[in-house]
Protein backbone atom coordinates (compact mmCIF):
# COMPACT_ATOMS: atom_id res chain seq x y z
CA UNK A 1 0.00 0.00 0.00
CA UNK A 2 0.71 3.69 -0.07
CA UNK A 3 3.62 5.22 2.32
CA UNK A 4 3.26 8.57 4.09
CA UNK A 5 3.14 11.59 1.72
CA UNK A 6 4.11 14.89 1.71
CA UNK A 7 3.04 18.14 -0.12
CA UNK A 8 4.48 20.26 -1.11
CA UNK A 9 7.82 18.33 -1.84
CA UNK A 10 9.75 21.79 -1.70
CA UNK A 11 8.34 25.30 -1.04
CA UNK A 12 10.13 28.63 -1.31
CA UNK A 13 8.19 31.79 0.19
CA UNK A 14 9.23 35.25 1.55
CA UNK A 15 9.78 35.87 4.97
CA UNK A 16 6.60 37.26 6.88
CA UNK A 17 4.51 35.10 4.51
CA UNK A 18 2.02 31.91 5.85
CA UNK A 19 2.46 28.13 4.45
CA UNK A 20 0.65 25.24 4.64
CA UNK A 21 1.77 21.70 4.62
CA UNK A 22 0.10 18.71 4.22
CA UNK A 23 0.91 15.53 5.46
CA UNK A 24 -1.07 12.26 4.41
CA UNK A 25 -1.14 9.22 6.27
CA UNK A 26 -1.03 5.52 5.67
CA UNK A 27 -3.99 4.08 5.87
CA UNK A 28 -5.34 3.36 9.17
CA UNK A 29 -2.81 4.96 10.78
CA UNK A 30 -4.68 6.45 13.93
CA UNK A 31 -1.47 8.38 15.19
CA UNK A 32 0.56 11.05 13.28
CA UNK A 33 3.71 12.95 14.24
CA UNK A 34 5.55 16.18 12.86
CA UNK A 35 9.03 16.55 12.81
CA UNK A 36 11.74 19.23 11.81
CA UNK A 37 14.92 18.86 10.21
CA UNK A 38 17.60 21.63 10.64
CA UNK A 39 21.17 22.53 10.70
CA UNK A 40 21.15 24.07 13.89
CA UNK A 41 18.59 21.68 15.66
CA UNK A 42 18.91 18.56 14.22
CA UNK A 43 15.73 15.89 14.05
CA UNK A 44 13.20 17.34 16.68
CA UNK A 45 9.64 16.54 16.93
CA UNK A 46 6.88 18.91 16.93
CA UNK A 47 3.37 17.24 17.86
CA UNK A 48 1.47 14.16 17.70
CA UNK A 49 -2.04 13.68 16.93
CA UNK A 50 -4.00 10.54 18.14
CA UNK A 51 -7.16 10.92 16.18
CA UNK A 52 -7.79 14.18 15.37
CA UNK A 53 -6.75 15.51 18.92
CA UNK A 54 -3.22 16.43 19.56
CA UNK A 55 -2.25 15.37 23.19
CA UNK A 56 1.60 16.57 22.50
CA UNK A 57 2.56 20.29 21.05
CA UNK A 58 5.46 20.52 23.26
CA UNK A 59 7.60 20.75 20.39
CA UNK A 60 6.16 23.40 18.52
CA UNK A 61 8.74 26.35 18.72
CA UNK A 62 6.29 29.26 18.93
CA UNK A 63 2.42 30.35 18.15
CA UNK A 64 3.72 31.20 14.51
CA UNK A 65 3.21 27.48 14.25
CA UNK A 66 -0.09 25.38 14.45
CA UNK A 67 -1.12 22.11 13.21
CA UNK A 68 -4.45 20.54 12.52
CA UNK A 69 -5.63 16.98 11.42
CA UNK A 70 -9.25 16.29 9.93
CA UNK A 71 -11.00 13.19 9.74
CA UNK A 72 -8.41 11.16 11.41
CA UNK A 73 -6.41 11.44 8.32
CA UNK A 74 -4.69 14.82 6.37
CA UNK A 75 -2.69 17.02 8.44
CA UNK A 76 -1.84 20.36 7.88
CA UNK A 77 0.78 22.01 9.67
CA UNK A 78 0.73 25.67 9.24
CA UNK A 79 3.10 28.65 10.08
CA UNK A 80 1.97 31.85 10.23
CA UNK A 81 4.74 35.05 9.02
CA UNK A 82 7.36 32.90 8.04
CA UNK A 83 11.12 33.64 9.18
CA UNK A 84 14.13 32.72 8.11
CA UNK A 85 15.33 30.09 10.82
CA UNK A 86 12.11 28.57 9.80
CA UNK A 87 14.08 27.10 6.90
CA UNK A 88 14.44 23.39 7.57
CA UNK A 89 12.72 20.17 6.06
CA UNK A 90 9.65 19.11 7.86
CA UNK A 91 9.14 15.33 8.12
CA UNK A 92 5.60 13.46 8.82
CA UNK A 93 5.31 10.16 10.29
CA UNK A 94 2.33 7.72 11.23
CA UNK A 95 1.59 4.63 13.03
CA UNK A 96 -1.25 2.27 14.45
CA UNK A 97 -2.08 3.50 18.02
CA UNK A 98 0.72 3.61 20.18
CA UNK A 99 0.19 1.23 22.55
CA UNK A 100 -0.87 1.80 26.31
CA UNK A 101 1.56 0.82 28.91
CA UNK A 102 4.67 -1.31 26.87
CA UNK A 103 4.61 -1.90 23.47
CA UNK A 104 5.48 0.37 20.25
CA UNK A 105 4.01 0.36 16.96
CA UNK A 106 6.63 1.62 14.30
CA UNK A 107 6.80 5.27 12.95
CA UNK A 108 6.95 5.36 8.68
CA UNK A 109 8.27 8.59 7.69
CA UNK A 110 7.40 10.43 4.71
CA UNK A 111 9.90 12.16 2.50
CA UNK A 112 9.43 15.74 3.95
CA UNK A 113 8.67 19.10 2.72
CA UNK A 114 11.79 21.42 2.28
CA UNK A 115 11.09 24.93 3.21
CA UNK A 116 13.16 27.55 2.16
CA UNK A 117 11.89 31.47 3.88
CA UNK A 118 14.34 34.09 2.13
CA UNK B 1 14.26 14.52 30.19
CA UNK B 2 15.61 12.52 27.34
CA UNK B 3 18.95 12.66 25.37
CA UNK B 4 20.75 11.41 22.16
CA UNK B 5 23.99 11.70 22.17
CA UNK B 6 26.36 11.00 18.90
CA UNK B 7 29.66 12.04 19.06
CA UNK B 8 30.75 11.08 15.89
CA UNK B 9 29.87 13.90 13.78
CA UNK B 10 31.27 12.21 10.61
CA UNK B 11 32.96 9.41 10.07
CA UNK B 12 35.20 8.28 6.94
CA UNK B 13 36.00 4.63 5.49
CA UNK B 14 37.26 2.89 3.10
CA UNK B 15 34.96 -0.01 1.32
CA UNK B 16 35.47 -3.02 3.11
CA UNK B 17 36.58 -2.00 6.19
CA UNK B 18 34.18 -2.24 9.49
CA UNK B 19 32.73 1.11 11.19
CA UNK B 20 30.78 1.57 14.59
CA UNK B 21 29.11 4.04 15.05
CA UNK B 22 28.18 5.30 18.64
CA UNK B 23 25.32 6.07 21.04
CA UNK B 24 24.33 7.16 24.45
CA UNK B 25 21.62 8.06 25.59
CA UNK B 26 19.59 9.42 28.93
CA UNK B 27 16.33 9.07 30.45
CA UNK B 28 14.55 8.34 33.13
CA UNK B 29 11.93 5.21 31.98
CA UNK B 30 12.87 1.97 32.76
CA UNK B 31 10.71 0.73 29.35
CA UNK B 32 11.49 2.63 26.59
CA UNK B 33 12.84 1.66 23.38
CA UNK B 34 16.24 2.44 20.86
CA UNK B 35 16.27 3.04 17.40
CA UNK B 36 18.31 3.68 14.16
CA UNK B 37 17.54 5.15 11.35
CA UNK B 38 19.84 5.65 7.91
CA UNK B 39 19.29 8.77 6.02
CA UNK B 40 20.71 8.40 2.62
CA UNK B 41 21.16 11.60 0.18
CA UNK B 42 17.51 10.94 -1.30
CA UNK B 43 16.66 12.44 2.44
CA UNK B 44 14.09 9.88 3.56
CA UNK B 45 14.42 8.46 6.72
CA UNK B 46 14.43 4.52 6.82
CA UNK B 47 13.76 2.47 9.45
CA UNK B 48 16.99 0.10 10.84
CA UNK B 49 16.46 -1.81 13.99
CA UNK B 50 14.20 -1.49 17.34
CA UNK B 51 15.51 -2.31 20.47
CA UNK B 52 13.30 -2.78 23.78
CA UNK B 53 15.02 -1.89 27.09
CA UNK B 54 14.40 -5.64 28.60
CA UNK B 55 16.04 -7.01 25.93
CA UNK B 56 19.76 -6.24 25.64
CA UNK B 57 20.69 -9.42 23.50
CA UNK B 58 22.78 -8.43 20.84
CA UNK B 59 21.48 -8.55 17.16
CA UNK B 60 22.67 -9.19 13.44
CA UNK B 61 21.14 -8.95 10.65
CA UNK B 62 23.51 -9.27 7.35
CA UNK B 63 26.25 -6.92 7.41
CA UNK B 64 24.60 -4.77 10.84
CA UNK B 65 24.91 -5.40 14.45
CA UNK B 66 24.16 -3.63 17.44
CA UNK B 67 25.93 -3.50 20.84
CA UNK B 68 22.39 -2.77 23.44
CA UNK B 69 24.61 -2.28 27.11
CA UNK B 70 22.51 -0.78 29.70
CA UNK B 71 25.28 -0.37 32.14
CA UNK B 72 26.80 2.57 29.83
CA UNK B 73 23.42 3.47 28.48
CA UNK B 74 24.83 2.86 24.61
CA UNK B 75 23.41 1.03 21.83
CA UNK B 76 26.29 0.80 19.42
CA UNK B 77 25.91 0.01 15.33
CA UNK B 78 28.44 -1.75 13.43
CA UNK B 79 28.76 -2.36 9.86
CA UNK B 80 31.37 -4.98 8.67
CA UNK B 81 32.60 -5.26 5.42
CA UNK B 82 30.99 -1.56 4.73
CA UNK B 83 30.06 -0.91 1.28
CA UNK B 84 29.65 2.42 -0.84
CA UNK B 85 26.23 2.52 -0.73
CA UNK B 86 26.70 2.32 3.10
CA UNK B 87 27.13 5.81 2.63
CA UNK B 88 24.64 8.00 4.62
CA UNK B 89 23.72 10.03 7.80
CA UNK B 90 22.69 7.68 10.62
CA UNK B 91 20.08 8.54 13.63
CA UNK B 92 20.04 6.90 16.76
CA UNK B 93 16.80 7.75 18.56
CA UNK B 94 14.86 6.83 21.79
CA UNK B 95 11.07 6.80 22.76
CA UNK B 96 9.99 6.76 26.48
CA UNK B 97 6.92 4.36 25.30
CA UNK B 98 3.45 5.33 25.93
CA UNK B 99 2.34 8.64 27.28
CA UNK B 100 0.67 11.75 26.24
CA UNK B 101 2.57 12.00 23.99
CA UNK B 102 2.10 8.57 22.16
CA UNK B 103 5.90 7.42 20.95
CA UNK B 104 7.10 10.59 19.99
CA UNK B 105 11.08 10.12 19.43
CA UNK B 106 13.80 12.30 20.42
CA UNK B 107 17.13 11.80 17.92
CA UNK B 108 20.64 12.18 18.31
CA UNK B 109 22.30 14.92 15.84
CA UNK B 110 23.19 12.69 13.09
CA UNK B 111 26.41 10.54 12.04
CA UNK B 112 27.36 11.08 8.47
CA UNK B 113 29.02 7.83 7.23
CA UNK B 114 31.37 8.12 4.02
CA UNK B 115 32.43 5.48 2.36
CA UNK B 116 34.95 5.55 -0.22
CA UNK B 117 36.35 3.08 -3.00
Known amino acids: GAGVSQSPSNKVTEKGKDVELRCDPISGHTALYWYRQSLGQGLEFLIY????????KSGLPSDRFSAERTGGSVSTLTIQRTQQEDSAVYLC????????????????FGPGTRLTVL | AQKVTQAQTEISVVEKEDVTLDCVYE???????LFWYKQPPSGELVFLIR??????QNEISGRYSWNFQKSTSSFNFTITASQVVDSAVYFCALSGGFRGGGNKLTFGTGTQLKVEL
Open chain 1, 49 to 56: FQGNSAPD
Open chain 1, 93 to 108: ASSLVPLAGVGYNEQF
Open chain 2, 27 to 33: TRDTTYY
Open chain 2, 51 to 56: RNSFDE
